[in-house]
Protein backbone atom coordinates (compact mmCIF):
# COMPACT_ATOMS: atom_id res chain seq x y z
CA UNK A 1 0.00 0.00 0.00
CA UNK A 2 2.31 2.30 1.16
CA UNK A 3 4.59 1.54 -1.83
CA UNK A 4 1.61 2.26 -4.67
CA UNK A 5 0.83 5.91 -2.59
CA UNK A 6 4.93 6.86 -3.20
CA UNK A 7 4.12 5.92 -6.45
CA UNK A 8 1.06 7.47 -7.35
CA UNK A 9 2.16 11.03 -5.40
CA UNK A 10 5.70 11.07 -7.27
CA UNK A 11 6.22 14.73 -7.90
CA UNK A 12 9.45 15.89 -7.99
CA UNK A 13 10.68 13.80 -10.31
CA UNK A 14 8.10 13.83 -12.65
CA UNK A 15 8.50 17.56 -12.93
CA UNK A 16 12.05 17.77 -13.36
CA UNK A 17 12.46 14.71 -16.26
CA UNK A 18 8.50 14.74 -17.71
CA UNK A 19 7.90 17.53 -20.11
CA UNK A 20 5.88 16.69 -22.48
CA UNK A 21 1.72 17.37 -21.59
CA UNK A 22 0.49 14.02 -22.52
CA UNK A 23 2.93 12.59 -20.19
CA UNK A 24 2.98 14.03 -17.06
CA UNK A 25 1.48 12.60 -14.11
CA UNK A 26 -1.77 13.26 -12.23
CA UNK A 27 0.00 15.67 -9.42
CA UNK A 28 1.94 17.27 -11.87
CA UNK A 29 -1.13 17.98 -13.74
CA UNK A 30 -2.35 19.85 -10.86
CA UNK A 31 0.00 22.61 -10.76
CA UNK A 32 -2.12 23.42 -14.04
CA UNK A 33 -4.81 25.21 -11.94
CA UNK A 34 -2.09 27.34 -9.32
CA UNK A 35 0.22 30.29 -11.15
CA UNK A 36 2.45 32.39 -9.26
CA UNK A 37 -0.46 34.59 -8.49
CA UNK A 38 -3.77 33.01 -8.78
CA UNK A 39 -5.23 29.95 -7.56
CA UNK A 40 -8.24 28.55 -8.87
CA UNK A 41 -9.31 26.87 -5.53
CA UNK A 42 -12.79 25.59 -6.78
CA UNK A 43 -11.23 23.24 -9.82
CA UNK A 44 -7.85 22.29 -7.66
CA UNK A 45 -10.35 20.76 -4.88
CA UNK A 46 -12.67 19.10 -7.12
CA UNK A 47 -9.51 17.86 -9.13
CA UNK A 48 -8.71 16.40 -5.83
CA UNK A 49 -11.14 14.25 -4.65
CA UNK A 50 -11.50 13.03 -8.15
CA UNK A 51 -7.93 12.33 -8.19
CA UNK A 52 -8.37 10.25 -4.20
CA UNK A 53 -10.98 8.27 -5.79
CA UNK A 54 -9.16 5.35 -7.44
CA UNK A 55 -6.99 4.60 -4.34
CA UNK A 56 -9.94 5.23 -1.88
CA UNK A 57 -11.37 1.97 -4.40
CA UNK A 58 -8.23 -0.05 -4.11
CA UNK A 59 -8.13 0.24 -0.41
CA UNK A 60 -12.06 -0.72 -0.60
CA UNK A 61 -11.27 -3.95 -2.45
CA UNK A 62 -7.87 -5.38 -0.46
CA UNK A 63 -9.32 -3.67 2.67
CA UNK A 64 -9.05 -7.54 4.36
CA UNK A 65 -5.25 -8.07 3.04
CA UNK A 66 -4.29 -4.96 4.28
CA UNK A 67 -5.58 -5.46 7.60
CA UNK A 68 -4.56 -9.21 7.88
CA UNK A 69 -0.93 -8.43 6.90
CA UNK A 70 -0.68 -5.58 9.24
CA UNK A 71 -2.38 -7.85 12.41
CA UNK A 72 0.17 -11.00 11.57
CA UNK A 73 3.15 -8.63 12.28
CA UNK A 74 1.76 -7.98 15.72
CA UNK A 75 0.92 -10.58 16.86
CA UNK A 76 3.06 -13.27 18.81
Do not use: H
Request: net charge neutral; glycine share 6%.
Amino acid sequence: MFSALSCWNEFLLALLYIQDDSLKTIPTGLLAFSSRYVTDYGLLFSALSIITLPMIAVYVVFNRQVVSGITAGSLK
